[in-house]
């Protein structure tokens, strides 16, 4: 069987959480991010990157071509303080926590068309997708890696009407999406023959 989607699983990513608490953020400068095996801690596969106020200039040979690219990062404030650091996907300037090395270039998850594992996950992309809309429609800060949302405010001027339809609407893709998740990580672990422990 052809696969017409990759696998996260497979590939080599870029996390902006990861980065921002290994200081790459912080100031700037240049240096290598490198990824390595497990238990041995090998190093496998690194890049150059050049941080300058909110440019990542990423640098690596793939495929025997180089590449030299600019990732913007941004930041949005979090609950408690601080700030959280994100990536612009450079190809879609979408913004998101990982990029993902593939075909030689780091974009977002959508970008590569990837799934979490290699049983489609269609339903669960457009759950999250009209989740999404709405979220943006009422302003909400949310976290996007993680799902999680908070501030659940009106925004000023829209009817009380218009905003519990959409927040019951929201809440609805919320569940649906929840549900395509755990069936999507129950088929990973049958295909790995595989038992979650509290089945
Ligand atoms: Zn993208």
Redo the contacts with the bound molecule.
């Keep these: 069987m052809e696969k017409t989607h990759g696998q996260i699983e497979d590939c080599l990513s870029l996390d902006s959480r990861v980065m921002a608490r290994y200081k790459v953020f912080d100031g700037g400068g240049s240096n290598s991010w490198a990824w390595r095996k497990g238990k041995s801690q090998e190093v496998f596969s690194s890049i150059t990157y050049h941080y300058d106020n909110g440019g990542l200039v990423l640098s690596y040979t793939c495929n025997e071509q180089q590449h030299r690219y600019l990732v913007d990062v941004v930041t949005t404030p979090c609950n408690y303080g601080g700030k959280r650091y994100w990536f612009n996907?450079?190809?879609?300037?979408?913004r998101?926590a990982k990029l993902y090395l593939r075909n030689s270039m780091f974009?977002?998850?959508?970008?590569?068309k990837l799934n979490y594992s290699t049983q489609q996950s269609c339903k669960l992309e457009s759950t999250r997708v009209g989740m999404y809309k709405i979220r943006n429609k009422l302003n909400w800060q949310y976290d996007t890696a993680f799902m999680k949302s908070w501030h659940k405010l009106k925004p000023k001027g829209m009817h009380h009407s218009t905003y519990n339809r959409l927040v019951q609407r929201h809440d609805e893709l919320e569940r649906k999406s929840e549900q395509y998740c755990i069936a999507n990580f129950h088929a990973f672990m049958n295909r790995h023959g595989l038992k979650p422990s509290w089945d």
């Design positions: 996907c450079p190809k879609c300037s979408k998101v974009f977002c998850r959508t970008c590569h």
